[in-house]
């Protein structure tokens, strides 16, 4: 390359077009709110055509009018799941992506991020600060201290406990990452109580705000009800849409995320191209210990306490998630996210509306959530957006 | 100073000896070609002198300084690249950031854009398809982006793994006319070939590897007259 072309044909410079920058960064976010309408158009009709069909057998409350009236908090409720376990799934599928390793560590690196909200707020209570700081001006500090203290965290998980098996066969890293959970749940509870902070901490917040109107609703000739989310679980749903987009953008727009999605197609060819493996393996840790840890805060912030104990279910959920959607896919694991949210929800809320009671929704919900699961992998064991790769030799 | 050189170079795969001592040399601006059988470690001296391997014993010399302890992506940033064997395109990033990936040691966007061009030049076929993905282009045409892929880099020595395998012949001439060009312009090539006739026809000088040795070193055209070359890799009796 020694010669540059200085006569000849126009210069054949291709550029990003504006329009594939778009598809690019918003594209997966579009196709998650396909799955979002989606989901909530297919469950909220089942359930309806359900309460019609099983109208007739109850003459104490009116079925159907009952199902409606709460569909929309039900919505609410599965979105918020979802995009809990869409941030918690990211971080499980971009370090199988670029290491084919589940790291069974990251429920705990969630669960650190909600303490570290917790100690924040509790920090700024004990101070007097706590209203002073604002609504805003609050969450973003809190979600970047928890961003901040689990990317981090995983970073050094992954050079202390994971760097020195990689060449180990491939049960050994993951007994590693199960000893290192176990360990950061003792840990952040001889912490937790000793701090005074409470093996139950409390996670305080200033005033977010009262629930948000967004219309009304007409369930019967004489009755209304208002559509209304809660401040905590808007603040959920922003925040969770903003850090998808800003991951778009940067694994698929910037040279980092170039090199990150290098890595994870065919690491020795990577390290020829001049990238040092090791560090976008690092890097790739940071952020998705950044996003479980944005994803505790705000799940401390929406619950209002957290224990040492919290990060293990969502954590595997998350991960079944991240399996649902395709694990290695980030759009995927998005995606198994919203599904699964929704379908918590809705069994959640309507199982024991329609067996009058005998089956506890919440309790249930699991069951029913991962018998789904089992039956979509049993017929696409790729996962919602897994894709064949053929690769050419 | 040879711009590269190899000096009793011992590489293991395990416990199999695959390097037996190699020493080769090149010059700044010479095409060099290693021609030998399958199983003869013509890739594995690449893999070695990349980085990818580490050699037991021996020394792998860049400008006159040892590069064998070396990691890969640091053998890249002094220049050495390569164009791996299988071609090793990634299946799922898009032609054009392949060839991006492949300037990722650079920040020079403006030189980088006039590159990008030049590869284009190079290979047209290339710029029909700058937004497929890498898996999707034909074996050819994933060989065209190898090159170019390296050529990204700048290389000062470009080493390029059989870069005719599995390609049409008229498609091999092509490439070996390009490889020629390329190297007119001032890159240093370390070529590795089993069709050694297409090798020793633009090489300057060459090796022949046997079973982890170089038994013969010669210039191009006197390989080319040398029987045993002629019988063993010219298929001609």
């Known amino acids: ?15 990003r077009s504006f329009r594939s920058f778009m598809s690019e960064v918003f594209g997966p976010l579009l196709q998650v709110l396909a799955f979002v309408i989606g989901s909530a158009t297919i469950l909220g009709l089942l359930v309806v055509l359900v309460a019609a069909a099983l109208r007739g057998t109850r003459t104490d409350i009116d079925l159907l009018q009952g199902t409606i009236s709460i569909l929309p ?7 918020v799941r979802g995009f809990l376990y869409a941030t918690i799934a990211l971080g499980y599928t971009m370090v199988y992506g670029v290491l084919e390793f589940i790291n069974f560590a990251h ?3 969630f669960m650190v991020g909600a303490f570290a909200g917790a100690f924040f707020s509790a920090a700024l209570a004990a101070s007097g600060m706590l209203d002073g700081l604002g609504p805003v001006l609050f969450v973003l500090a809190a979600v970047l201290l928890g961003m901040a203290v689990s990317g981090l965290l995983a970073m050094s998980i992954e050079r202390v406990a994971y760097r020195p098996l990689r060449n180990a066969p491939r049960l050994v890293p993951l007994i590693s990452a199960i000893g290192v959970s176990l360990v950061l749940q003792d840990v952040m509870r001889m912490i937790a109580v000793n701090s005074g902070l409470g093996f139950n901490a409390s996670f305080k917040t200033p005033d977010l705000g009262a629930p948000i109107v967004l219309g009304q609703m007409q369930i019967a000739a004489d009755r209304t009800i208002p559509i209304s989310i809660d401040s905590r679980s808007l603040i959920f749903i922003i925040v969770a849409i903003m850090m998808v987009t800003g991951l778009n953008y940067l694994v698929n727009i910037t040279k980092l995320g170039t090199a990150i999605r290098a890595v994870a197609q065919d690491r020795p060819t990577a390290s020829l191209m001049g990238i040092d493996v090791d560090r976008v393996i690092a890097i790739t840790f940071l952020i998705g210990g950044a996003l479980g840890g944005a994803a505790g805060v705000l799940f401390g ?4 306490t957290v224990n040492p104990y919290i990060g293990f279910l969502p954590g595997l959920k998350a991960f ?7 694990i290695g896919n980030i759009t995927g694991a998005m995606v ?6 929704f379908l918590e929800a809705f069994v959640a809320s309507y199982l024991s509306l329609f067996t009058r009671g005998q089956f506890s929704g919440p309790s249930y919900a699991d069951i029913v959530a991962f018998s789904i699961l089992i039956l979509i992998l049993i017929f696409r064991p790729s996962g919602l957006l897994g894709e064949v790769v053929t690769q050419k030799v | 100073m040879p711009l590269l050189e190899l000096k009793n170079v011992h590489t293991y795969y395990g416990n199999i000896h695959a390097l037996k001592g190699i020493s080769l040399a090149v010059e700044q601006g010479e095409i060099v070609t290693l021609i030998g059988s399958n199983g003869a470690g013509k890739s594995t001296t690449l893999r070695t002198i990349s980085g990818l391997l580490k050699p037991r014993q021996g020394e792998v010399l860049f400008n006159g300084q040892r590069i064998d302890t ?4 640091k053998i890249v940033e002094l220049g050495v690249l390569q164009s791996p064997e299988g071609r090793r395109i990634f299946p799922r990033l898009t032609v054009r950031e392949n060839l991006e990936i492949g300037a990722f040691i650079r920040s020079d966007k403006a030189a980088m854009a006039r590159d990008m061009d030049r590869v284009f030049q190079l290979f047209p076929r290339l710029y029909e398809r700058v ?5 999707t282009l034909s074996g050819g045409e994933q060989q065209m982006l190898a090159i170019g892929r390296a050529l990204m880099g700048r290389p000062k020595v470009l080493l390029l793994d059989e870069p005719s395998m599995g390609l049409a012949p008229v498609l091999v001439e092509q490439i070996f006319s390009i490889i020629s060009d390329i190297n007119a312009q001032g890159t240093t090539i370390l070529l590795v070939e089993q069709n050694a006739l297409m090798a020793l026809a633009i090489a300057h000088r060459g090796y022949v590897l046997q079973t982890g040795q170089i038994v013969l070193a010669d210039s191009a055209p006197a390989l080319r007259t040398n029987t045993m070359v002629r019988e063993a890799y010219l298929g001609v009796v």
């Open chain 1, 301 to 304: 912030m929406r619950v209002g």
């Open chain 1, 1 to 15: 390359m020694a010669v540059e072309a200085t006569t000849g044909p126009e210069p054949l410079v291709a550029r």
């Open chain 2, 70 to 73: 070396t990691p890969p992506h």
């Open chain 1, 336 to 341: 198994g996210g919203i599904v699964l949210g």
């Open chain 1, 107 to 109: 429920g705990e690196i």
């Open chain 2, 131 to 135: 937004n497929q993905r890498g898996g």
């Open chain 1, 320 to 326: 079944t998630a991240a399996v649902l959607g395709g």
């Open chain 1, 73 to 79: 908090q039900v919505i609410v409720d599965g979105l």
